[in-house]
């Protein structure tokens, strides 16, 4: 084993055999992603990808709770708010995109080891693996309607092929556990949270000479997940979502379950209530346009989008009511799910940016080319 480089003050690399270990180690604050720590991942990973030494790369978060529960936002928002502009959000979203997709497309194996809260930005690294591992603790979701921005990351491709619990997911912020995330695609194999280490060694002992051989080492470790919350209520979600005419009503139809009997319907229902009415429309737009879109084209619709979003009032005050005062009211404008625009939401579904500072994205993601890996479980 090599010795551990700090490449940021928040992410630490390593060599073990031939695996290259990428640990993201601010625990406190639940491994949020930062505009260095996004910076650094990505230089890392840009120098392992030409590394003879390294033949496979393991993700993982430190610390009991968390892989990673999204990005730094607030950091994001104080940074646009001392600046006077929008360039620390366009900045930023470049730099978490590019290292997302390069995980997509990344030329070695790449094994994320999803424990604890996967939300976010998290989500946006775990789907990009080429194993994505969940275990006991793993819990996820994408809860931007809370703070007034939409499903980014790359996580709409996902969100929009799958059916009614895409769109459930994608409005209500709900978390799901890593069997979910198997059944979903989302993630391929479930591992015990305490087989972490063996497994970890196990890797950095083989030879790692193929992506065979990188499976062949993770199948002994792989357990029948146990936990899901989907099962029960896929079927109604998808029929939910296929009665409502247009966004307007599937809006209402959600809304209208706050009272349901099922907690986890209810608790999706009244987030959706509390959320940014806006951005509960621009996401499910965004998600019918990702349907048809390549993973590239969806970042880069992502980035115009993010950016605009930092340049109105939404997203600012999403975070300080969340973030800042921690889970006070916010100020939606509108304030009523009823009184959105519809032509208001094109518009920001037009944002473009020009030049596109992600023009240069080429490549296919790994689950573009296999959407249905075999050694899922």
Excluded at 248 to 266: E, F, G, K, S, Y
Excluded at 279 to 303: E, K, S, Y
Excluded at 317 to 322: F, I, Q, S, Y
Aim: aromatic share 6%; with cysteine.
């Amino acid at each position: 084993m090599s010795d551990s480089v700090p490449l940021h003050d928040a992410v630490r690399a390593e060599v073990q055999g031939r695996l290259g270990v990428l640990t993201l180690t601010r625990p406190g604050a639940l491994n949020a992603l930062d505009l260095g720590m996004a910076v650094a991942a990505r230089r890392q990973l840009d120098a392992w990808a030409t590394d003879r030494r390294v033949a496979a790369v393991w993700l993982q978060g430190e610390g009991p709770k968390a892989f990673c529960a999204g990005g730094d936002v607030r950091a994001v928002v104080e940074a646009c708010a001392a600046s006077g502009s929008s360039d620390p959000a366009r900045a930023y979203f470049e730099a978490e995109y590019r290292l997302d997709f390069l995980l997509h497309t990344y030329p070695k194996p790449v094994l994320v080891w999803g424990h604890g809260f996967v939300l976010g930005g998290g989500l946006g690294m775990l789907l990009g693996g080429s194993v994505r591992i969940v275990t006991d603790s793993t819990r996820l979701a994408m809860p931007e309607v809370r703070i007034g921005l939409f499903p980014d990351v790359g996580a709409s491709w996902f969100l929009s092929r799958l059916g009614g619990v895409g769109a459930w997911l994608a409005l209500t912020a709900a978390r799901v556990t890593g069997g979910d995330a198997i059944d979903l695609g989302l993630a391929d194999v479930f591992v015990p949270e305490v087989e972490r280490d063996t497994l970890r060694e196990a890797l950095g002992q083989a030879d790692l000479s193929s992506s065979d051989s990188v499976v062949g080492v993770v199948a002994p470790f792989v357990r029948r997940s146990g936990t899901r919350l989907l099962p029960a209520r896929r079927a109604r979600l998808d029929a939910l979502v296929a009665s409502c005419a247009d966004d307007a009503a599937l809006v209402q139809a959600v809304l209208a379950l706050v009272d349901d009997p099922d907690p986890w319907i209810a608790d999706g229902a009244r987030t959706l209530r509390d959320g940014s009415p806006t951005a509960a429309r621009v996401t499910l737009a965004h998600l019918r346009r990702c349907r048809t879109l390549g993973l590239a084209d969806v970042f880069r619709a992502d980035l115009a989008l993010a950016v605009r979003a930092s340049e109105g009032q939404e997203f600012a005050e999403g975070v300080r009511a969340l973030l800042v005062d921690k889970g006070r009211a916010a100020s939606w404008s509108p304030a009523a799910h009823e009184a959105v625009d519809a032509a208001r939401i094109g518009a920001l579904l037009d944002a473009r940016l020009v030049p596109d500072p992600l023009a240069d994205l080429v490549g296919t993601g790994r689950h573009e080319r296999d959407p249905h890996p075999d050694h899922a479980v």
